[in-house]
C-alpha cells in the first residue's frame, strides 16, 4: 500500500477496508500510513498497465478451486451493491437482445417441439442467428470481465468498465468470438467430446483480448496451451462455477444475483492464477 501510495494510486481519501471488517475508511484514518502520505497530492494518477511475461507459456500453475470461489465471494461481499448492481444490468441487456433474436428462431423451435418438424430452412435459421448473436454478447462479457479483474486488482472500477468490450477491442471480440462460435459447434457436431474439449481449452480466450489487447488467434491458442497444462482440472473447476450458477437458479431463482458475481470472480480469479507471472520470475 505504501507502494501504491508513493506511485499516487492511493491517497489520502481512498477507501480501504481492514481485514475481517465490514466498514470502508479513508486511508488518512490510519495512523500507519501518516508518514507515506504527507505532502501526496488529493488526486490520483493512472495506474501502470499490467504487463504481460514474456515467458508464461513456460510456467506451471496450482489452480485451487476452493480458494478461487472463496476469494470471489469475499470480492463480492466487499463491493456487493456496485458488482450485483453492474452484472444484473450487463445480464438484462444480454437478455433482452436474446429477445430480441429470439423473434426469429422462435418459430422454428416451436415447430421442431410442437410438431416434430425439423426443416433444413429452421436449422439454418436457428445456426445463422446464434452465429450473428454470439458476438454482441461477447463485447457485453468481456466487459464484465475487465470489471472484475479491475476490482481484484484494487484498481478503480465502474460501471464505464463494464461497457469497455465497446472500444479497442471490439473488431477482435467479434472475430474471437464468430470464430470460435463457428469451430465449437462444428467440435459438437461431428462429435460431443471435441466440441467440449474447445470450449473449456478457449475459456479464458475473452479475457486475454480485452485485458491484454492480444488478436483473436493469439489469445485462443494461449488459452488452449495454458489450460492443457491441466485441462480436467479446469474442466472440474467449470463444472463447480455451473454448479453455483444452478444453485443460485433453484434458491427461487433470486440467488443468481449472487451466485453469478461470486462465479465471475471465481473465473476472473482463476484466470489470474494461470495467466499471472511465476513468483520471482
Avoid at 502520505?37 to 498497465?49: E, N, Q
Avoid at 472463496?70 to 445480464?91: A, Q
Avoid at 442467428?129 to 470489471?147: D, E, R
Avoid at 470450449?199 to 495454458?226: H, N, T, Y
Wanted: glycine content about 10%; charged content about 10%; aromatic content about 12%.
Amino acid at each position: 500500500m505504501r507502494k501504491w501510495i508513493a506511485e499516487g494510486r492511493l491517497n489520502s481519501q481512498s477507501l480501504v477496508q481492514v481485514f475481517g471488517d465490514i466498514e470502508w475508511k479513508q486511508l488518512s484514518t490510519f495512523p500507519e500510513f501518516a508518514e507515506a502520505l504527507a505532502g501526496k497530492p488529493t488526486t490520483l494518477s493512472a495506474p501502470p498497465p499490467v504487463e504481460f511475461p514474456t515467458n508464461v507459456q513456460e510456467h506451471d500453475y496450482a489452480l485451487d478451486i476452493g480458494g478461487c470461489i472463496n476469494r470471489g465471494w469475499e470480492l463480492v461481499k466487499g463491493n456487493f451493491w456496485p458488482s450485483v448492481g453492474i452484472t444484473v444490468l450487463i445480464m438484462v441487456i444480454i437478455t433482452a437482445i436474446n429477445q430480441i433474436f429470439g423473434l426469429f428462431t422462435r418459430p422454428a423451435i416451436d415447430a421442431m417441439v410442437s410438431e416434430h418438424t425439423v426443416t433444413t430452412s429452421g436449422i439454418i435459421i436457428i445456426v445463422l442467428v446464434t452465429i450473428v448473436s454470439g458476438p454482441i454478447y461477447t463485447v457485453f462479457i468481456a466487459g464484465l470481465f475487465k470489471y472484475y479483474l479491475k476490482l481484484i486488482r484494487g484498481e478503480s472500477a465502474g460501471i464505464a468498465d463494464a461497457f469497455s468490450g465497446f472500444g479497442p477491442s471490439t473488431g477482435q471480440l467479434i472475430l474471437l468470438s464468430l470464430v470460435m462460435n463457428i469451430l465449437t459447434l462444428i467440435g459438437y457436431v461431428c462429435c460431443l467430446i471435441p466440441g467440449i474439449y474447445l470450449a473449456v481449452a478457449w475459456i479464458f480466450s475473452i479475457p486475454l483480448v480485452i485485458d491484454r489487447q492480444m488478436g483473436f488467434w493469439e489469445a485462443m491458442e494461449l488459452s488452449r496451451k495454458m489450460v492443457n497444462k491441466h485441462w480436467f482440472l479446469v474442466f472440474a473447476f467449470l463444472l463447480v462455477y455451473g454448479l453455483l450458477s444452478v444453485s443460485g437458479i433453484i434458491a427461487c431463482c433470486i440467488g443468481i444475483f449472487v451466485t453469478l458475481p461470486i462465479g465471475i470472480a471465481a473465473l476472473m480469479y482463476a484466470y489470474e492464477t494461470i495467466f499471472s507471472p511465476p513468483q520471482g520470475g
